[in-house]
Structure formats: C-alpha cells, structure tokens
C-alpha cells in the first residue's frame, strides 16, 4: 500500500500527495506524486485516467509539505512528481509534470 496524505486548502480545494513504487524497474527510490483537485475522489480519479489504476488514500500519514503545496499550486496542470528524497539533504530534485513519468522509455534490456 502507497503512503499518501492530503491537505484541504482553504478554498476548498484539496492537494493530495502520494509516494508510490518506482515505474522503473531498476530504480531504488520511489515517486512522490502531487495532486491538485476539487476533492480527494477527483484527485485520486485524475491519476486512474493516466493509467496509475491500483491508486487508494487510506488514512493521511505522509500529508503534503507547505513546500510540496506551493509546488503543485504554480504547476499549469495541477500533476507533478519527483523521486521520494534520499537520505542526504545535499541532492534536490526539482518537480516534473507527470508526463515525465508516465512518457519513459523503457529501459535497456
């Protein structure tokens, strides 16, 4: 099961944040996804439409940091994601647009 959480803006709006399995096969580190939406069901509902069908929010132990909710905020579709942070603070990875992600090559063989 997928770690996630969510945060309701005071609009109304909600950011969801979900660390999911690496899609690479070869990669150590997983994915940090970010979502912005109406509600949690569309957010979750935006993710299943791009092909991330096993997708559930089950409780809110890894909410979204006020950082990760300016990131997602300013992003023109609403859908970034990076590789969950390592262990040493000295590498940042900055956010990609979620067709990044889901546009990969697959790796040699």
């Known amino acids: 099961m997928a770690a996630g959480g969510f945060c309701k803006l005071p609009n109304g709006t909600v950011v969801v944040a979900m660390n ?9 580190a997983g994915v940090r996804v970010l979502v ?3 509600n949690r069901a569309r957010a979750l509902t935006r993710l ?3 092909g ?32 969950t942070p390592e262990t040493t603070p000295l590498t940042v990875e ?5 067709k990044a992600l ?3 090559p697959p ?3």
Not at 22 to 27: F, H, L, Q, V
């Open 52 to 83: 991330l069908r096993a997708i559930y929010l089950r409780g809110n132990a890894a909410p979204p940091t006020p950082d990760e909710i300016t990131a997602v905020l300013h992003h023109p579709d609403g859908l970034i994601w990076r590789t």
């Open 20 to 28: 999911l399995p690496s899609p690479a096969a070869d990669a150590p």
């Open 107 to 109: 790796a040699p063989a």
């Open 48 to 50: 299943r439409n791009l």
């Open 36 to 38: 912005h939406a109406q």
């Open 102 to 104: 889901l546009n990969r």
């Open 94 to 98: 900055l956010w990609h647009p979620i």
